[in-house]
């Protein structure tokens, strides 16, 4: 809970530094993202410049937003729907859409609305998380390819259950202004462990590995591999 406290008043910070900028920020879901938003809605949600924010989604789930596997769902139910950001400022993928379709239609509206460098949509933040094989933005191990498709949005496939994803692929992500990993829990000690030691072992290594600007957020948990050499 201190490490999703901390990522907050670092976020607001971030925005606070520069008061005349709308800031571009795509999102991940997930449980320990969940714990977040719950958080910003009922404790600092009167710090946040929620009118300077535009939202995006770093993946989501193809299935309908009252889905509880709906990324969008759930942050509109802990955050969007508490907090005053406007309507307009946020931006859902459509998971209830064929997903390739989606998948095109959300890059092209990417590529409209934020800013461009190399060619590239240029975040401002990048929100990921990691999962316990290693997998970041819905991009699996077996699917690196994928960090390096032409695309913005991409379909991925989860392995285990075949449900289909849409997700951001490698370069949009490596383009961000700053990326941001925040992981908690035991059960990511060694994909903590393999980010911070390892050679590009999965895609969340790879990104954290080669994004420009990256940071981790994490609790002793998740931290408990990691050496100070």
């Known amino acids: 809970m201190e490490t999703a406290r901390s990522l907050i008043f670092h976020l607001v910070d971030i925005m606070n530094a520069e008061p005349d900028k709308t800031f571009n920020i795509a999102v991940s879901g997930g449980s320990t993202p969940a714990l977040m938003f719950d958080l910003w ?3 600092y949600a009167d710090i946040t ?7 995006y989604w770093v993946d989501e789930r193809c299935v309908p937003p ?3 596997d709906s990324n969008y769902g759930m942050m509109r139910s802990l955050l969007l729907g508490i907090v005053p950001i406007p309507y ?3 931006f859902r993928i459509r ?28 975040f401002d933040i990048v929100l990921l998380g990691a999962g316990d094989d290693g997998h970041t933005s819905s991009i699996f191990p077996g699917q690196e390819a994928l960090l390096s498709s032409d695309q913005i949005y991409v ?11 849409i997700a951001m692929t490698g370069f949009p992500i490596l383009t961000a202004r700053l990326v941001i990993f925040l992981i908690t829990g035991k059960a990511k000690a060694e994909v903590v462990e393999e980010i911070c ?12 590995h080669h994004a420009e600007n990256v940071e981790l957020f994490m609790d002793a948990g998740a931290a408990m591999y990691v050496r100070n050499d």
Do not use: F
């Not at 064929?98 to 461009?116: C, D, G, I, N, T």
């Open 88 to 90: 307009e400022n946020v």
């Open 41 to 43: 809605a009922n404790e």
């Open 66 to 68: 009252e889905d509880s």
């Open 155 to 165: 379909t991925s496939t989860h392995p285990r259950n075949g449900q289909k994803r």
């Open 49 to 55: 410049p929620w009118k300077r924010m535009k939202l």
């Open 197 to 208: 030691h390892s050679g590009d072992t999965g895609p969340a290594a790879y990104i954290a």
């Open 95 to 122: 998971g209830e859409v064929k997903p390739a379709k989606e998948a095109v239609r959300y890059s092209e509206l990417v590529s409209q609305q934020v800013p461009k460098k190399n060619g590239w949509p240029e």
